[in-house]
């Protein structure tokens, strides 16, 4: 078995490894299931056919204003192809050039570089039209939207408040806290004011037992976020669901939950991997671009830890391959991640005073992460900041061979190992034998 070559993903190419003497691997991978070929096709096919709404060249009309929130480029949805087929729709409508605004959903991320904007978007589009990104922490930019039942202050971009027509691109997968992403969230969150991504990714939701991975219902951070769709008014969306390639496996359009529930109904067929033990070590692949940096490549560990049961035992260790040549993320919500980690004495530290006291927005990926390194380690392979690894409390190691051995060191040779090459697009479940 030692002899054995495994592949995981390392920026945009990926690392080669061989396990140990003794180790034994299990490999978790989303199910196999071809993409759709004439992607075009299947997107127009979509918005000729939405769920639950009139195609949009038939909700629109002329002289109205539109504003479409798409995804920053931290997620791979593939707005290039979303965004036009939409744009294309509303210029059939009637809907004036002018009359329509692009708004980058970047939440609490830093704003987004006129390049990424092309990227995401085509140069074309950019040149052609008003693009934004959303400005969480500048209050004239603001509207408010009130208070959920569940207490939750809304404030979302006045881009996205003040339009006739709002529309929302994304993409639908196993997502930390809302269970699945995709759906409302490029609005309720991507365009939201810092106060609903506080209180949303505060302790009190974040210990919450209802906010798992995949899991939707009794979810009190989904139930925040749907209720901030409908005070928005979002009346549509153009969502994808991807296999780990980021090919396109489905596209659906129209009314946003129904929309969004077609893909979470297929998309749990997709990501969602049985499994029949825990295991002593994980190895998770994330892969350009979200593992640029540590804030976003440590959604993996905890991906894998808080899936319905964690996948690793206690004690156990996440290797995680990650370049990290931003650091930790030049966002306020990275910086902030940074800061509560590097500063903390110790993980029971950042707990107690998450409890205590809350923290911002960002600062929840400290919170999170110090769950997991309550109970497991982490260690962080190929970053090009070893030295901030180890001050955010988890283990650099330059190599895989180095990070097996350290693994080893602590656990012995005789290890299962779980190897997962797309952490964040497999959802193991811990279930009985067949």
């Known amino acids: ?3 054995i070559s495994y592949k995981i993903p390392y920026s945009k190419s990926s690392l080669e490894f061989v396990l140990l003497s003794g180790m034994k691997a299990d ?20 918005l000729n056919h939405p769920i639950g709404t009139p195609p949009l060249r038939e909700m629109a009309n002329k002289g109205d204003r539109v504003c479409i929130v798409f995804t920053d480029i931290t997620r791979a949805s593939p707005d290039h192809l979303l965004v036009p087929a939409i744009l294309k ?4 409508a009637g809907v004036n050039d002018q009359d329509i605004t692009l708004l980058c959903g970047i939440g609490m991320h830093r704003p987004s570089s006129l ?24 209050p004239d930019a603001l509207v408010d939207m009130g ?40 609005v309720a969150v991507g365009a939201a004011g ?17 906010t798992r991975l995949g899991q939707i219902e009794g979810n009190p951070f989904h139930e925040a976020i749907s209720e901030a769709a409908r005070r928005a008014n979002l009346r549509f969306i153009l969502n994808v669901v991807l296999n780990d390639d980021k090919h396109i496996l489905r596209v659906s359009a129209g009314e946003p939950e ?30 350009f671009p979200k593992d640029a940096n540590l804030y976003q490549a440590s959604r993996a560990p905890s991906y894998l830890y808080f899936a319905p049961t964690p996948v690793i035992r206690p004690g156990g260790f996440f290797i995680i391959p990650a370049r990290c040549e931003e650091g930790a993320g030049a966002g306020v919500g990275e910086q902030r991640f940074l800061a509560a980690m590097r500063d903390a004495p110790d993980i029971q530290f950042i707990l107690d005073d998450a409890r205590r006291n809350g923290y911002p927005p960002g600062q929840q990926r400290a919170f999170v992460m110090a769950k997991v390194l309550e109970n497991t380690n982490v260690i962080i392979v190929g970053s090009e900041c070893p030295d901030l690894i180890a001050d955010c409390k988890m283990i650099p190691a330059a190599t895989m061979q180095e990070a097996l051995e350290i693994a080893s060191s602590s656990l012995g040779t005789n290890c299962d190992v779980l190897i997962v090459p797309h952490a964040m697009q497999t959802l193991p479940v811990l279930t009985h034998h067949p």
Request: net charge negative; no cysteine.
């Open 115 to 138: 390049d990424e904007k092309d990227i995401k978007l085509g140069k074309d589009i950019v040149a052609r039209y008003r693009v934004i990104d959303n400005e969480p922490q500048n």
């Open 258 to 287: 129904l929309t969004f529930h077609d893909l979470v109904n297929f998309a749990k067929t997709v990501y969602e991997v049985p499994i029949y033990k825990q295991f002593d070590i994980a190895i998770g692949g994330v892969g």
């Open 1 to 3: 078995m030692e002899n």
């Open 27 to 46: 490999i978790a991978v989303s199910q196999d299931i071809h993409p759709i070929e004439d992607v075009p096709l299947a997107i127009q096919d979509a």
């Open 147 to 186: 208070i959920t039942p569940g207490g939750v202050p809304v404030f979302l971009h006045r881009a996205v408040v003040e339009t006739d027509l709002l529309i929302g691109t994304g993409i639908v997968e196993p997502h930390q806290y809302a269970g699945y992403s995709g759906g409302r969230k490029t």
């Open 89 to 92: 729709e509303l210029e059939i």
């Open 194 to 210: 810092e106060a609903l991504i506080a209180h949303t990714h505060g302790p009190a939701f974040i210990d919450n037992p209802g």
